[in-house]
């Protein structure tokens, strides 16, 4: 299968590097970016053929990855809506916010499109993307995107395309509030005497190690939180700190507040 990517930024760059490692050749694999370092870096790092022609990068291609910023997304779509009228092939939108129905209006009606939305741990290979196939995807055509995404982390298939918005506070902007709770930790660490190396270390290990435990062991996170806290304990002392302050809606609050925020991106860039 013959891949083209409309941007060539970071999340090309982990999808192109993910998919070599999987035996994809790069002479399979071709970009298109308006930034010619861009290219030249991924000529040099990967040996993948570049453009700064989209209509030239997908010429030839069976699978379209749109990789390209939500406020860009209109123009890079209609520039390339009669090189993809001309012969069958399925397009993939990374960018948040873009609805399928805008989409269709700018790259034409009846071509397979599916909508993804991956985090930035695929930046190494540890993501997890969310993907929502519009009307006239076959299975064929899922299996092909699945493969695509699968190269930088785990996939997972939704029912409705409003969920993406859901998707895209949970784990879309996710990893940030992981960051935010290591930060944290290490600044209360460093608070309360800890060097800031030792405090990081501990931070990032224990966000680490509590990432594999609730991904490996099976076990529902609340068990696990219950295992870990015995009764009078110093995990106790902290829970209740934490519930006292409501932490759990706040965290409800914040992605209550992202999603609202990716509903409003396809108000503004969707309607161009």
Known sequence: MRIAFVGGGHMT???VGGLLRRGTTAGSLRVSDPVPAQLERLARDFGVRGTGDNREAIA???LVVLAVKPQDMASAARGISRELCGRRRVVVSIAAGIRLADLARWIG???PTVRAMPNRPALIGAGITALYAGDGVSKDDRDAVDALMSAVGETVWLDQES???VVTAVSGSGPAYFFLLV???ESAGMAHGLPQETARRLAVATALGAGRMAAESGVAPAILR???TSKGGTTAAALEVLEEKAVRAIFHHAVE???RRSAQLAVEFGGK
């Open 226 to 228: 219950e295992q870990v």
């Open 163 to 165: 969920q993406m918005d």
């Open 13 to 15: 760059t982990s999808l």
């Open 109 to 111: 009606e009846g071509i």
């Open 183 to 185: 930060e944290a930790l």
């Open 257 to 259: 507040a992202a999603t």
């Open 60 to 62: 030839d291609a069976d």
